[in-house]
């Protein structure tokens, strides 16, 4: 396997928040854990049903754990404890992984209108999940980012 340095997509700050576009996903998502334990190493839904799985290491205050996304009607199929009803805000632009403060920069606005938002990093795109009651409101926060309206040319008000 080759690796490289050069980066793919874009990694000027200016020119993220200027084109940025969102496009909001129809269904709802949820957020399941299932402890790792000899019991539950079986995943009880098939991964294509999952929007993202998630590996996490054991903590002073949890045990390892996967942590899956999907469709809410997946969650209620399988009769699985969820939380954190989402929709899931695609930002349609293509970011470099190597992109430094776009998302710290989306994630702020939204804080600071009171949007809790679960931002998830995929190779092409970035992706918020935001509660269901919310999605109208995060995209037009977002859609006030795009050329600045309102903001510093870098989306930071200066």
Known sequence: MTTTSNSIGETNLSKLLSSLRTTVAPSTYVWITIPNTAATTNIPIPLSSTIMTFHEPATP??????????????????????????????????????????????????????????????????????????????VEVLKGLAGGEGEGEDGLGQ
Not at 67 to 92: D, G, P, V
Not at 102 to 113: Q, W
Request: aromatic residues 8%.
């Open 61 to 138: 205050d949890h045990g390892p754990s996967t942590t899956l996304i999907t469709t809410l009607e997946t969650a209620r199929t399988h009769k699985l404890a969820y939380q954190y009803e989402s929709r899931m805000i695609t930002c349609a632009v293509h970011s470099s992984l190597e992109a430094v403060g776009f998302l710290a920069v989306l994630t702020r606005v939204l804080a600071d209108k009171g949007i809790s938002c679960n931002p998830v990093s995929a190779y092409y795109h970035d992706h918020l999940f935001v509660p269901v009651e919310k999605v109208d409101d995060a």
